[in-house]
Nanobody, 117 residues
Framework: QVQLVESGGGLVQAGGSLRLSCTASGSIFSVNGAAWYRQAPGKQREVLAT???????YYSSSLKGRFTVSRDNAKNTVYLQMNSLKPDDTAVYYCNTPPGSSAIGAWGQGTQVTVSS
């Protein structure tokens, strides 16, 4: 199974920015597309953004244009640029293939994002 490693999280003040990265051990993203997810304490994991294998991107309406997903197929890496961060964005962030994909990678440990007010 393809391994996924997320990085780039940290502690940031409200209004700040972070750029998350996710690298796969194989070319799972170029074949299936990719998605970023997050899970806040006591809540279910939710889909934030997806990027299809053709490069089209889609976002949760709750983000209101603050996040941008991109990818580098040559590096098997996807990114999530997060701007105007809010305390409600505090969560563990994960990447994987989009929901319903025929292939799914092994869930990584995620990267913690903490936004202070």
């Amino acid at each position: 199974q393809v391994q996924l490693v997320e990085s780039g999280g940290g502690l940031v003040q409200a209004g700040g920015s972070l750029r998350l990265s996710c690298t796969a051990s194989g070319s799972i993203f170029s074949v299936n597309g990719a998605a970023w997810y997050r899970q806040a304490p006591g809540k279910q994991r939710e889909v934030l953004a997806t990027i299809t294998k053709s490069g089209n991107s889609y976002y949760s309406s709750s983000l209101k244009g603050r996040f941008t997903v991109s990818r580098d197929n040559a590096k098997n890496t996807v990114y999530l640029q997060m701007n105007s961060l809010k305390p409600d964005d505090t969560a563990v962030y994960y990447c994987n293939t989009p929901p319903g994909s025929s292939a799914i990678g092994a869930w990584g440990q995620g990267t913690q994002v903490t936004v202070s007010s």
